[in-house]
């Protein structure tokens, strides 16, 4: 089969949806008032999420989702990262989605994935720490076993939209290996607590003090669930990725949009070389996150090996989201620092999601070691 990007009739369809979606019930002034809210959604624009069918949009059928495709998603993502829209759809309904289906048993799957389809369930991953790394022998939350159950301890940092989840999946050692654990979000024990700053965007520290749960919480019934996560991670890179080619193609457009109306020293500044030679960057940033991100998609689709695809995708669209940003903040000046307008929300989502899932530094030396089998 050969490589196509195009997408077909139900992804134009979805694609369409989206938009009219984005342009009805998330414009500017809603996109604005979410991003400093703990939920990032209201209940009322998750429910007609939900309605649409998008939380279980990579659900299989059998548990109560659309079972679409990870390019599909990726359409959605991109048109929702044009606001960009804050909330748990990606953190439950794909990376969470994910890890139910790689880790969880057959009865975990039925519980859990028909409550992330229905949107009564919210899932956020709790792994990164205080020594921040993506890596397992960073881990140090750990869990004890108790009278048929276990005690889990630590401190979870970054925990992206915690804040808005009903239940956390916690990444603890256990024994000798890696354990994911589903807690719930009301445990005894266990808070969550918005990080500062305004570059934060929607993290949460997750504190785990002798949170107490069942073994039931176990994901798989296995001590030794890492490369489970591992293979979630690597199907919900690209999406998210897609997400950022979303804001890079808003940032491009603004920015032209603007040229094209700002009249400085007498003339149009999109008649300016350097102004030009900005624009031109952030075109070719977009067009190297979206084609990276789209081929790995399509990879993942067709059972294709795609481990260099994603460290790829992932390190070029974090830089191109981070730099697109940096270009419109340039060419539109001053006015761009204001926190209503546009392109700082794209700032500020660039920024927070530039290390999320690992960083491009991160994912260049896992790419070396593919190529180098070192």
Not at 7 to 26: C, I, P
Not at 315 to 321: G, L, N
Request: hydrophobic share 40%; glycine share 8%; net charge negative.
């Amino acid at each position: 089969m050969k490589l196509d990007l195009g997408l077909s009739e139900s992804q134009e369809m979805l694609k369409r949806t989206a938009l009219e979606f984005m342009s009805r019930d998330a414009p500017k002034n809603v996109v604005q008032a979410l991003q400093d809210t703990d939920t990032g959604c209201t209940p009322e624009l998750w429910q007609k999420m939900v309605g649409l069918g998008w939380t279980g949009i990579i659900v299989p059928e059998e548990y109560g989702g659309t079972a679409n495709t990870l390019t599909s998603a990726g359409v959605l993502l991109e048109v929702l990262g044009t606001g960009p829209l804050p909330g748990a759809l990606f953190s439950s309904s794909i990376l969470g989605s994910s890890i139910i289906i790689e880790a969880s048993s057959e009865e975990q799957k039925q519980q859990v994935l028909s409550a992330i389809a229905d949107g009564k369930t919210v899932m956020a991953l709790a792994m990164t720490e205080p020594n921040f790394s993506w890596e397992p022998d960073a881990i140090q939350t750990k869990a004890t076993r108790n009278n048929g159950g276990f005690i889990i301890s630590g401190v979870k940092l970054f925990a992206y939209d915690a804040g808005a989840a009903t239940h956390i999946i916690v990444v603890a050692g256990i024994d000798k290996g890696i354990g994911l654990f589903l807690v719930d979000r009301e445990a005894e024990g266990l808070t969550v607590k918005r990080l500062p700053g305004y570059l934060a965007g929607q993290t949460f520290e997750v504190k785990l003090d002798s949170v107490k749960v069942e073994e039931s919480a176990l994901l798989g019934g296995s001590a030794d669930n890492w490369s489970a996560l591992e293979r979630a991670i690597s199907r919900s890179i690209p999406v998210l990725c897609a997400y950022k080619v979303g804001g890079c193609q808003a940032l491009v457009d603004m920015t032209i949009q603007y040229s094209r109306m700002r009249v400085q020293f007498g003339q149009l500044i999109g008649r300016f070389q350097r102004v030009q030679d900005m624009i031109i960057e952030m075109v070719d940033q977009l067009d190297a996150a979206r084609w990276t991100t789209y081929e790995c998609l399509w990879k993942l689709d067709t059972d294709r090996p795609a481990t260099e695809s994603v460290h790829m995708a992932k390190a070029v669209t974090s830089k191109a989201y981070w730099e697109a940003a940096t270009l419109a903040h340039r060419v539109f000046s001053g006015v761009s620092y204001s926190k209503e307008h546009p392109a700082s929300f794209h700032t500020r989502a660039s920024r927070s999601l530039y290390h999320y899932l690992g960083d491009p530094a991160y994912h260049r030396r896992q790419l070396a070691r593919c190529l180098t089998g070192l």
